[in-house]
Protein backbone atom coordinates (compact mmCIF):
# COMPACT_ATOMS: atom_id res chain seq x y z
CA UNK A 1 0.00 0.00 0.00
CA UNK A 2 1.27 3.55 -1.00
CA UNK A 3 -0.08 6.08 1.23
CA UNK A 4 0.87 9.86 0.12
CA UNK A 5 -0.55 12.66 2.30
CA UNK A 6 -0.79 16.05 0.96
CA UNK A 7 -1.12 19.56 2.94
CA UNK A 8 -4.79 19.84 1.27
CA UNK A 9 -7.19 17.95 -0.51
CA UNK A 10 -6.44 20.01 -3.44
CA UNK A 11 -2.96 18.82 -3.67
CA UNK A 12 -3.81 15.61 -2.98
CA UNK A 13 -6.73 15.85 -5.87
CA UNK A 14 -3.91 16.90 -8.06
CA UNK A 15 -1.90 14.03 -7.20
CA UNK A 16 -4.73 11.46 -8.19
CA UNK A 17 -5.69 13.24 -11.02
CA UNK A 18 -2.05 12.97 -12.50
CA UNK A 19 -1.97 9.00 -11.70
CA UNK A 20 -5.16 8.28 -13.37
CA UNK A 21 -4.35 10.19 -16.23
CA UNK A 22 -1.74 8.20 -16.52
CA UNK A 23 -3.23 5.15 -16.00
CA UNK A 24 -5.21 6.41 -19.51
CA UNK A 25 -2.43 7.21 -21.13
CA UNK A 26 -0.71 4.02 -20.74
CA UNK A 27 -4.24 2.16 -21.67
CA UNK A 28 -6.56 4.01 -23.33
CA UNK A 29 -9.15 1.52 -23.62
CA UNK A 30 -8.74 0.90 -19.51
CA UNK A 31 -11.96 0.18 -17.55
CA UNK A 32 -12.17 2.38 -14.09
CA UNK A 33 -14.18 1.75 -11.58
CA UNK A 34 -15.89 4.91 -10.14
CA UNK A 35 -17.45 6.44 -6.89
CA UNK A 36 -19.48 8.72 -5.78
CA UNK A 37 -19.87 11.60 -3.00
CA UNK A 38 -17.92 14.30 -2.25
CA UNK A 39 -14.55 12.80 -2.11
CA UNK A 40 -13.82 12.26 -5.78
CA UNK A 41 -15.18 15.40 -7.25
CA UNK A 42 -11.95 17.79 -7.51
CA UNK A 43 -10.50 14.13 -8.93
CA UNK A 44 -13.46 14.49 -11.76
CA UNK A 45 -13.15 18.17 -12.12
CA UNK A 46 -8.89 17.79 -12.83
CA UNK A 47 -9.53 15.04 -15.04
CA UNK A 48 -12.08 17.02 -17.19
CA UNK A 49 -9.71 19.86 -17.02
CA UNK A 50 -7.67 17.66 -18.17
CA UNK A 51 -9.20 16.90 -21.29
CA UNK A 52 -8.08 13.34 -21.75
CA UNK A 53 -9.25 10.98 -23.86
CA UNK A 54 -12.45 8.92 -23.02
CA UNK A 55 -13.52 7.42 -26.13
CA UNK A 56 -12.00 4.11 -25.13
CA UNK A 57 -12.67 4.13 -21.74
CA UNK A 58 -15.31 1.63 -19.81
CA UNK A 59 -16.91 2.21 -16.43
CA UNK A 60 -18.45 0.67 -13.43
CA UNK A 61 -19.75 2.47 -10.86
CA UNK A 62 -19.58 1.16 -7.10
CA UNK A 63 -22.96 1.29 -5.93
CA UNK A 64 -26.50 3.31 -6.23
CA UNK A 65 -29.34 3.65 -4.22
CA UNK A 66 -31.97 1.21 -4.45
CA UNK A 67 -35.59 3.14 -5.36
CA UNK A 68 -34.35 6.00 -6.47
CA UNK A 69 -35.64 7.57 -9.97
CA UNK A 70 -32.67 7.46 -11.98
CA UNK A 71 -32.78 11.67 -12.58
CA UNK A 72 -33.61 11.90 -9.13
CA UNK A 73 -30.82 14.49 -7.82
CA UNK A 74 -29.33 12.36 -5.27
CA UNK A 75 -29.04 9.12 -7.49
CA UNK A 76 -25.82 8.48 -8.30
CA UNK A 77 -26.46 7.83 -11.81
CA UNK A 78 -27.53 11.45 -12.07
CA UNK A 79 -23.97 12.67 -9.68
CA UNK A 80 -21.69 10.79 -12.63
CA UNK A 81 -23.84 12.60 -15.79
CA UNK A 82 -23.29 16.02 -14.25
CA UNK A 83 -19.91 15.66 -12.60
CA UNK A 84 -18.20 13.29 -14.64
CA UNK A 85 -19.28 11.58 -18.24
CA UNK A 86 -21.26 14.58 -19.42
CA UNK A 87 -17.93 16.84 -19.58
CA UNK A 88 -16.17 13.98 -21.92
CA UNK A 89 -16.42 12.10 -24.73
CA UNK A 90 -17.29 8.95 -23.10
CA UNK A 91 -19.60 6.46 -24.94
CA UNK A 92 -22.83 6.22 -23.53
CA UNK A 93 -22.59 2.27 -24.18
CA UNK A 94 -19.79 1.96 -21.96
CA UNK A 95 -21.34 3.11 -18.87
CA UNK A 96 -22.52 0.82 -16.60
CA UNK A 97 -24.18 1.98 -12.91
CA UNK A 98 -25.90 -0.20 -10.87
CA UNK A 99 -29.86 -0.45 -11.33
CA UNK A 100 -31.41 0.51 -7.99
CA UNK A 101 -34.74 0.20 -9.57
CA UNK A 102 -33.88 -3.38 -11.47
CA UNK A 103 -37.22 -5.47 -11.14
CA UNK A 104 -34.94 -8.75 -10.01
CA UNK A 105 -32.09 -7.32 -7.93
CA UNK A 106 -30.19 -10.48 -7.10
CA UNK A 107 -30.34 -11.41 -10.59
CA UNK A 108 -29.55 -8.06 -11.87
CA UNK A 109 -25.97 -8.46 -9.42
CA UNK A 110 -25.26 -11.09 -10.69
CA UNK A 111 -25.05 -9.65 -14.85
CA UNK A 112 -23.60 -6.69 -13.34
CA UNK A 113 -20.41 -9.20 -11.95
CA UNK A 114 -20.57 -10.81 -15.35
CA UNK A 115 -20.48 -7.58 -17.09
CA UNK A 116 -17.47 -6.82 -15.33
CA UNK A 117 -15.78 -10.08 -16.23
CA UNK A 118 -16.81 -9.21 -19.99
CA UNK A 119 -14.87 -6.05 -20.11
CA UNK A 120 -11.67 -8.07 -18.76
CA UNK A 121 -11.82 -6.60 -15.55
CA UNK A 122 -11.20 -3.28 -13.53
CA UNK A 123 -7.99 -2.04 -14.00
CA UNK A 124 -8.25 0.77 -11.61
CA UNK A 125 -11.21 1.18 -8.48
CA UNK A 126 -10.86 4.87 -7.42
CA UNK A 127 -12.88 4.53 -3.75
CA UNK A 128 -13.94 6.90 -1.30
CA UNK A 129 -14.22 5.57 2.65
CA UNK A 130 -17.00 5.92 4.89
CA UNK A 131 -16.61 7.40 8.35
CA UNK A 132 -17.71 4.09 9.65
CA UNK A 133 -14.58 2.45 7.19
CA UNK A 134 -17.21 1.42 4.34
CA UNK A 135 -16.51 1.49 0.72
CA UNK A 136 -18.51 1.06 -1.75
CA UNK A 137 -21.58 0.54 0.38
CA UNK A 138 -20.07 -2.53 2.02
CA UNK A 139 -20.97 -1.37 5.62
CA UNK A 140 -19.65 -2.89 8.58
CA UNK A 141 -19.55 -6.44 9.00
CA UNK A 142 -19.60 -7.16 5.46
CA UNK A 143 -17.85 -10.13 4.28
CA UNK A 144 -15.08 -9.55 2.94
CA UNK A 145 -15.44 -11.66 0.01
CA UNK A 146 -18.98 -10.08 -0.98
CA UNK A 147 -20.06 -9.58 -4.63
CA UNK A 148 -22.01 -6.98 -5.69
CA UNK A 149 -25.68 -7.25 -3.86
CA UNK A 150 -27.80 -5.46 -1.76
CA UNK A 151 -27.07 -4.23 1.44
CA UNK A 152 -29.15 -2.04 3.80
CA UNK A 153 -27.67 1.18 4.94
CA UNK A 154 -26.36 1.28 9.04
CA UNK A 155 -27.93 4.30 10.74
CA UNK A 156 -24.17 6.30 10.33
CA UNK A 157 -24.28 6.37 6.82
CA UNK A 158 -27.65 7.22 6.14
CA UNK A 159 -26.93 10.10 8.83
CA UNK A 160 -23.72 11.18 6.96
CA UNK A 161 -25.35 11.22 3.73
CA UNK A 162 -28.55 13.40 4.79
CA UNK A 163 -26.72 16.42 4.05
CA UNK A 164 -27.90 15.88 0.62
CA UNK A 165 -31.80 15.35 1.05
CA UNK A 166 -33.66 17.36 2.65
CA UNK A 167 -33.54 14.90 5.71
CA UNK A 168 -32.65 11.67 7.29
CA UNK A 169 -35.71 10.08 6.13
CA UNK A 170 -35.57 10.35 2.81
CA UNK A 171 -32.05 8.75 2.42
CA UNK A 172 -33.10 5.31 1.17
CA UNK A 173 -32.43 2.29 3.09
CA UNK A 174 -30.97 -0.13 0.86
CA UNK A 175 -28.49 -0.18 -1.80
CA UNK A 176 -26.95 -2.01 -4.37
CA UNK A 177 -23.18 -2.01 -4.06
CA UNK A 178 -20.14 -4.28 -5.69
CA UNK A 179 -18.74 -6.29 -2.50
CA UNK A 180 -15.74 -6.21 -1.29
CA UNK A 181 -14.45 -9.55 -3.13
CA UNK A 182 -15.33 -7.33 -6.59
CA UNK A 183 -12.94 -4.38 -5.48
CA UNK A 184 -10.17 -7.14 -3.95
CA UNK A 185 -10.42 -7.74 -7.82
CA UNK A 186 -9.47 -4.43 -9.33
CA UNK A 187 -6.07 -4.52 -10.69
CA UNK A 188 -5.33 -1.38 -9.03
CA UNK A 189 -7.17 0.28 -6.20
CA UNK A 190 -7.42 4.22 -5.27
CA UNK A 191 -8.46 5.22 -2.13
CA UNK A 192 -9.26 8.79 -1.62
CA UNK A 193 -9.93 10.73 2.02
CA UNK A 194 -10.04 14.16 3.18
CA UNK A 195 -11.12 15.83 5.65
CA UNK A 196 -10.79 14.65 9.79
CA UNK A 197 -13.77 13.11 10.08
CA UNK A 198 -12.41 10.57 8.28
CA UNK A 199 -9.16 9.96 10.39
CA UNK A 200 -10.17 7.39 12.43
CA UNK A 201 -11.44 4.96 9.58
CA UNK A 202 -8.10 5.75 7.37
CA UNK A 203 -6.24 5.01 10.39
CA UNK A 204 -8.04 1.52 11.25
CA UNK A 205 -7.69 0.86 7.33
CA UNK A 206 -4.03 1.44 7.21
CA UNK A 207 -2.67 0.23 10.38
CA UNK A 208 -5.62 -1.33 12.08
CA UNK A 209 -6.41 -4.88 11.89
CA UNK A 210 -8.14 -6.64 9.22
CA UNK A 211 -11.67 -6.85 9.82
CA UNK A 212 -15.41 -7.12 8.37
CA UNK A 213 -16.23 -4.14 10.85
CA UNK A 214 -13.59 -2.00 9.12
CA UNK A 215 -14.48 -3.07 5.23
CA UNK A 216 -11.73 -1.06 4.15
CA UNK A 217 -8.92 -2.62 6.15
CA UNK A 218 -9.43 -5.94 3.48
CA UNK A 219 -7.45 -3.44 1.23
CA UNK A 220 -4.25 -4.49 3.22
CA UNK A 221 -4.94 -7.51 1.13
CA UNK A 222 -4.70 -6.48 -1.94
CA UNK A 223 -1.02 -6.17 -3.87
CA UNK A 224 -1.33 -2.89 -6.04
CA UNK A 225 -3.01 0.45 -3.51
CA UNK A 226 -2.72 3.62 -3.85
CA UNK A 227 -4.29 6.05 -0.68
CA UNK A 228 -4.08 9.83 -1.21
CA UNK A 229 -4.87 11.98 1.67
CA UNK A 230 -4.71 15.65 3.39
CA UNK A 231 -3.07 16.02 6.24
CA UNK A 232 -6.47 16.18 8.13
CA UNK A 233 -7.41 12.78 7.22
CA UNK A 234 -3.72 11.34 7.65
CA UNK A 235 -3.62 12.76 11.39
CA UNK A 236 -4.26 9.52 13.09
CA UNK A 237 -1.72 7.52 11.43
CA UNK A 238 1.44 6.06 13.65
CA UNK A 239 3.40 5.90 10.51
CA UNK A 240 2.63 9.54 8.86
CA UNK A 241 6.43 10.33 8.76
CA UNK A 242 7.33 6.77 7.00
CA UNK A 243 5.14 7.26 4.24
CA UNK A 244 5.76 11.06 4.22
CA UNK A 245 9.28 10.48 3.51
CA UNK A 246 8.84 7.34 1.48
CA UNK A 247 7.02 9.51 -0.57
CA UNK A 248 9.61 12.14 -1.41
CA UNK A 249 12.47 9.91 -1.40
CA UNK A 250 10.75 7.60 -4.44
CA UNK A 251 12.93 6.98 -7.28
CA UNK A 252 12.07 9.45 -10.76
CA UNK A 253 11.24 5.67 -12.61
CA UNK A 254 8.33 4.73 -9.62
CA UNK A 255 6.41 8.44 -10.15
CA UNK A 256 3.74 8.69 -12.00
P1 LIG B 1 -18.02 11.18 0.85
O1 LIG B 1 -18.53 9.69 0.99
O2 LIG B 1 -17.03 11.19 -0.25
O3 LIG B 1 -19.25 11.98 0.52
O4 LIG B 1 -17.41 11.55 2.16
C1 LIG B 1 -17.58 8.66 0.98
C2 LIG B 1 -18.25 7.33 1.23
O5 LIG B 1 -19.24 7.29 1.97
O6 LIG B 1 -17.78 6.33 0.68
Redesign the pocket.
Known amino acids: MEVIIQPTPEEAADVAAQFVAGVLEKKPDAVLGL???????GLYRRLIAMKLDWKKVTTFNIDEYVGLAPDHPQSYRAFMWANLFRHVNIAKENVHIPDGNAKNIPEFCTEYEQRIKDAGGIDLQI?????NG????NEPTSSLTSRTRIKTLTEQ?RN??AR?FRNEAEVPLHVVTMGIGTIMEARQNLL????S??ARAVAMAIEGSITSLNPASALQMHPDVKVCLDDAAAQDLQWKQYYQSTYQNKPDWQRF
Open positions: ATGNTPLLGIGSHIGFTDNFLAFGSK
